[in-house]
């Protein structure tokens, strides 16, 4: 089978850390084809969707003493070709975030391939419908008191009714630009300012003290639970992030975790989001991971799985 990767540089990923090179790899090791491109190298010609891509050869990270060993160099690229991308059997979708305007054209290109010929990892169309904060809002049960508003005094009546509060913009990843603010905070119209940038929306969500002990990454394949790592916070940093020096530590699944991905499944089905990643906080559902989910690469080493060559076959079976 042949598979289309959309990334970002790939120079500048992280063989040891990053999903998309664990999904590349897993899919160049059972045999089948990798390509990849990024989103100023889509096109829509004729009515379909084209790429200037690259065959990719990859050198595998190995596991040594409980660490990813890097080989150097790790990967290969091959002369670029325009490619019809329904000549793939599947294209992920994984450029990180920010979800801005390049990014949303590249989804609208992507609209111009045949879901009957070629799965496409996450839908264009469910991609544009589940930014990554809000779309958890519809789940109302599962989530902390959170709303979105851009306006000071609504906002510093949430907090105010809290007591504490996380700031979240709503286009980023890795943590970046999230802050906790307390009540009374004589920076709070400063913060609200840089948060908002003026006239943004953000979303504001109370704060939950079991924050300290992880958050926890589920990675959901077809709805269905596959792996999980938990998130530390290290120093005095309060978030978990790994992006932000989050500590990656081995965790099971709850029964609660079960609980929430099965409240998610019909509707990620719905959107066409087959590979997500939802975030959890002490039992309660934060956000829920669409664009480029991560946290393979530490199930992998701390749980002794392939989920990446789990993902692919659900892939070749799906085609078949």
Known sequence: MKFAFIIDPIEKLDPGHDTSVALMEAAQLMGHEV????????????GQAWAIAQPLHLTPVQLVEGRWVIPQPWFQVGDRRNLRLEEMDAVFMRTDPPVNVPYLYATYILDYIDPAKTLVVNSPQGLRAANEKVYALQFTEAIPETIISQDKQVIREFVERQGMAVLKPLGGKGGE????????????????????????????????????????????LNGEPIGAVNRVPTGSEFRGNMAVGGQAVQVEMTERDRQLAAQLAPTLARDGLYFVGIDIIGGYLTEVNVTSPTGIREIDRLDDVRLGEQVIQWVVERRN
Do not use: C, H
């Open 35 to 46: 390509w990849i491109t990024e989103v100023q190298r889509l096109s829509v010609v004729g």
């Open 177 to 220: 630009g999230i802050l906790l603010m307390q009540a009374g905070d004589r920076n709070f119209n400063s913060l609200i300012e840089i948060s908002t940038q003026g006239n943004t929306p953000i979303m504001v969500q109370a704060y939950l003290p079991a924050a300290k002990d992880g958050d926890k990454r589920v990675i959901l």
